[in-house]
């Protein structure tokens, strides 16, 4: 009687574990059940997978691509690392001041000149000062944006059409200058009427815009510019609300290079040196390079942890393509995916499982699997020299972020730090969880979900609040 007692507490209790697997029942819930999901968590502390379920199937990560882009720029240049951007003279300076040749603007990929993020608002007037400090009084020539350590793509190929021409998918060039965007300041009238274009924040000399855009009843910026890099030309379609004195929408600057040399020129002028010629980013097939003053941006750790923490795309694409540099003389998006894939696969990762096409994770043709990213976060919190930098980068889960929400109020709000990643039909997260009993590293990646982004992020906080009490088991997925 006692054994049969004792067989039907064991089958009881083997099925009620079998029933609150959370991943079992992570991956049949309603929600989830079609979808395309890669997902691991292990034990930090020992390497022990407790938790998987296709773990090595590539899903496309959305914005989580850019723990790839940061730990990468981390460990080959260092956190120490300051992007640099040199005014050159190509000519001589006479004894009454006159530089008889052209001023060079000669880019280093500085995601921060001018930048809203970091760096120094007032950089302009800085070089004012160090052109003066040079002895230059009047220029006879040119100023002139070299722009040409990164190659002529500008817009990552890979990038959709209806993306390419928005604030976030800038161009990337060696020269960046203002986050690469400008505001669009509309006034709209009634419901089916054309918005007017009332000012434009910068001002870009000769942009012009084909505004097919609508007023409509809608309360949110449905918005979009499209156009090509270095071309003035932006059409706008979409929609943005009714009756509006003013409403600000934000697009790319085609030419941020150009911009630049004008905005300088401009400022040089303004403080009584002049310059003869036009500004320009038609750098001559050679020229000198006396260096007259270099500009550094603030560190590596500075820009990865806006990059990370804020989910900063320009930032992201704009070390992504200087990394191209270790093993070319001028950047391209090729030559960075060449270096990062080298560098972790010389780091035991399998890189099978990475199809990198960008840095920050727009590129609907970017896949990651879960292995690879809780591989890569395993190497930057226990071998990494950069691990702290590393860490500190990312978002606190009901704190900081892009996580601000994620968690909040609930027993894990501070004790996760994550990358998110979010696109249509895409939401992922990737990093670590802090309990005091264990540390967990982890990665959830969801496409494809039948329910919106809202919905899918609930089930994602379920999961990860049901693997922080659960006991430290391996929990593999009979689902397929």
């Not at 505001?183 to 000769?206: K, L, Y």
């Not at 806006?306 to 900063?312: D, G």
């Not at 270790?326 to 990475?354: E, P």
């Not at 970017?366 to 071998?383: G, N």
Request: proline residues 4%; charged residues 20%; contains cysteine.
């Amino acid at each position: 009687m006692r054994i049969n007692q004792l067989i039907i507490l064991l089958f009881v209790s083997s099925s009620l574990m079998f029933a609150v697997n959370p991943v079992t029942d992570f991956a049949s819930n309603k929600l989830l059940k079609n979808a395309n999901i890669s997902l691991l968590v292990k034990d930090l502390n020992n390497g022990k997978t407790l938790y998987d379920f296709r773990s090595k199937n590539s899903t496309v990560p959305a914005s989580t691509m850019k723990l790839v882009t940061t730990a990468t720029a981390l460990e080959l240049l260092g956190p120490d690392f300051h992007f640099e951007t040199k005014l050159e003279i190509d000519g001589s300076i006479n004894s009454q001041g006159v530089l008889n040749g052209n001023l060079i603007i000669r880019g280093g990929g500085d995601p921060t000149l001018g930048s809203e993020k970091l760096g120094d608002p007032e950089f302009l007037n800085k070089w004012v000062v160090e052109v003066k400090k040079a002895g230059i009084s009047k220029i006879n020539g040119q100023i002139i944006a070299d722009a040409g350590l990164y190659n002529q793509e500008g817009v990552n190929p890979f990038w959709t059409w209806e993306d390419i021409g928005n604030y976030y998918a800038a161009g990337v060039y060696g020269i960046s200058y203002l986050d690469n965007s400008c505001r669009v300041i509309f006034r709209s009238g009634h419901a089916g009427t054309i918005p007017e274009i009332i000012r434009i924040n910068p001002v870009i000399p000769g942009l012009t815009f084909e505004n097919h855009l609508l007023s409509t009843k809608i309360a949110f910026d449905s918005c979009y510019f499209y156009g090509a890099p270095h071309l003035n030309l932006r059409s706008i379609y979409g929609e943005i609300p009714a009756d509006r004195d003013e409403f600000t929408v934000k697009c790319d600057i085609p030419n941020p290079a150009l911009l630049l040399t004008q905005n300088f020129t401009k400022a040089l002028i303004e403080n009584k040196i002049e310059v003869v010629g036009q500004a320009s980013d038609i750098v001559p097939a050679k020229y000198t390079s006396n260096i007259i003053y270099s500009h550094l941006s603030p560190p590596l750790s500075e820009i990865v942890k806006e990059t990370n923490i804020k989910s900063n795309n320009h930032y992201a694409e704009q070390i992504f393509r200087y990394l191209a540099l270790k093993d070319n003389s001028i950047a391209s998006t090729a030559g960075a995916i060449k270096v990062i894939k080298s560098f972790w696969k010389s780091k035991g990762l399998d890189v099978d499982q990475l199809f990198q096409y960008d840095g920050c994770g727009l590129s609907p043709m970017d896949a990651v699997s879960a292995e690879f990213f809780v591989d890569l976060l395993t190497y930057m919190r226990t071998k990494s020299q950069n691990k702290d930098v590393f860490f500190n980068s990312l978002p606190v889960s009901g704190e900081s972020g892009t996580l601000v929400d994620f968690l909040s109020k609930s027993t894990l709000q501070g004790k996760v730090h994550a990358k998110s990643g979010t696109i249509t039909r895409v939401k992922c997260y990737a990093g670590y969880i802090d309990l005091k009993e264990k540390n967990l590293v982890f990665a959830v990646m969801v496409n494809n979900a039948n329910g919106n982004s809202k919905a899918v992020t609930k089930k994602i906080e379920e999961f990860l609040l049901k693997i922080s009490t659960s006991p430290k088991r391996l929990k593999k997925s009979k689902l397929k």
